[in-house]
């Protein structure tokens, strides 16, 4: 019997959906104070004093430098301290905290091992915020240099700040700490531009388009080739995602390094580097559950090394469904009776108007709870970090509380399986799971 041509219609593939097209980073629309001038990287205010309080400690001031563990974290110090000796603080006046693993510039235990080197002058960068008491307890001053999302009480108390949280495009850390400095010194340029894009790609990505409002950075592309810069990212980054978290040693090669090069045959981050691969494609191939609204997709993991937000990263730029808002990655071993989880927003979500805002996805979540106690004891770690890149450090137990509140696997009452299946993301030859296998981790 001949087919008719309904039927072969009917039974021609369906054209693949396009993918959704997201907005580059620097078009985001800047503010504009009552001149008309933009607000960037963060209000001129603030700028002109952190340029002052740095110039302050030029004078052989005791200097602690407190920097992150991450590539726009350590950048962001490195930048700092080269600016300060260029300005003629001797080295043997500054010293670098790096924090224990898992923790924040908040413990005791952390506040303690910084008020033991006794300094006068102390930088905070990237660590993100929140209100709380001095950094530390004797006398000092403190500088906060930053870029996640804070309200503007979120600081340690006598302490000052400059962030750029509030001037979209939001710029990193390492980008706001080299604008600062850029202007004391004429070997800032020289000397730091190459550690401004390792900070600004390991944040942002290495498809980011340096164009106004960021800076041009075409000389510094000539003077280094751009593998070599993402290369020396994904190395520097590496060391704090392995079991050993052996930041110390990225801080002593990063500040020790001139150019990119000098850190690309360092065998201790070679090695660190190859040990995240390896856990990465261990765990990277969880299947997800979903919530009963299908707005989240959960993967839970058990790994000693920190690759919960390498994965949710990852899942973000493939997996697609039209309600989707947030990736979460949940990681149960990386600290002993905690449970790490990182957010991100999938890239089917990144163009949604209203924006997803990850940090009041998880506090409606956490409000939802049939206990009201819960919010109060997923404790300050909870939903920190960026609107579009959140998670926390929680205990076990409320985590459980906060998954029960999702109803994962559940379908939504009223859904029919018809309408259920028409919403699943279709199916694809060239699968998650085939993309993985071939893909190594950065």
């Known amino acids: ?75 962001s110090g490195s930048i700092l301290q080269k600016t300060l000796i ?14 224990q ?17 006794e300094p006068e002058y102390i930088f905070i960068l990237d ?28 600081f340690p108390e006598g302490s000052d700040h400059v962030t750029a949280c509030n001037s979209p495009p939001v710029a990193t850390s390492s ?27 390991g944040d942002l990505g290495n498809t980011l ?67 995240v691969n390896a856990e990465v494609e261990r765990c990277t191939h969880t299947a997800p559950k979903f919530s009963s609204d299908a707005k989240i997709a959960v993967f839970r993991i058990n790994s000693a090394a920190q690759i919960h937000p390498v994965i949710a990263t990852r899942w973000a730029g493939h997996l697609q469904s039209p309600k989707l808002e947030v990736i979460l990655v949940a990681n149960e071993g990386y600290l002993p009776g905690m449970v790490n989880f990182s957010c991100r927003i999938p890239r089917s979500a990144r163009a949604r108007n209203p924006p997803v805002n990850i940090i009041e996805v998880l506090q409606g979540i956490a409000e939802r709870a049939p206990n009201p106690t819960l919010r109060e004891r997923l404790g300050e770690s909870f939903a920190r970090g960026h609107k579009e890149a959140s998670g926390g450090i929680v205990p076990k137990a409320e985590f459980e509380e906060f998954m029960d509140i999702l109803e994962l696997g559940k379908k939504a009452e009223g859904g029919s399986p018809k309408k259920a299946k028409k919403d699943a993301p279709p199916k694809q030859s060239n699968t998650l799971m085939n993309y993985f296998g071939k893909q190594a981790a950065t």
Not at 9 to 38: C, F, M, N, Q, W
Not at 86 to 99: D, E, K, R, T, V
């Open 1 to 75: 019997m001949k087919r008719s041509a309904s039927s072969l219609s009917k039974a021609a593939p369906r054209s693949k959906k396009p993918r959704s097209e997201v907005p580059e980073y620097h078009l985001t629309p800047s503010l504009r104070d009552e001149t008309g001038e933009i607000i960037w990287p963060a209000p001129k205010v603030q700028i002109e004093r952190a340029r002052s309080f740095i110039l302050d400690v030029s004078a052989k001031k005791k200097t602690l430098i407190v920097p992150d563990k991450d590539a726009d974290g350590l950048t």
């Open 86 to 99: 260029l300005l003629g603080l001797q080295p043997h006046l500054i010293s670098a905290h790096l924090l």
């Open 101 to 117: 693993k898992g923790s924040n510039i908040h413990e005791e235990s952390e506040r303690a091992a910084m008020a033991a080197h």
């Open 127 to 154: 660590q993100g915020s929140r209100k709380s008491p001095p950094v530390i307890d004797g006398p000092h001053k403190a500088l906060i240099i930053d870029h996640h999302w804070a309200l503007d009480d979120d």
């Open 175 to 201: 980008l706001l700490t080299y604008h600062i400095c850029n202007e004391l010194h004429d070997n800032v340029r020289s000397d730091c531009d190459w550690l401004c894009v390792m900070g600004t790609h």
């Open 209 to 275: 388009k340096w164009e106004p409002p960021f800076p041009d950075m075409k000389t510094t592309f000539k003077t280094y080739t751009k593998k070599a810069v993402n290369d020396a990212v994904s190395l520097i980054n590496a060391p704090r995602r392995t079991a050993t978290y052996d930041v110390p040693a990225v801080w002593a090669a990063l500040t020790a390094a001139a150019s990119p090069a000098d850190l690309l045959k360092n065998s201790s981050l070679l090695a660190a580097r190859a040990e």
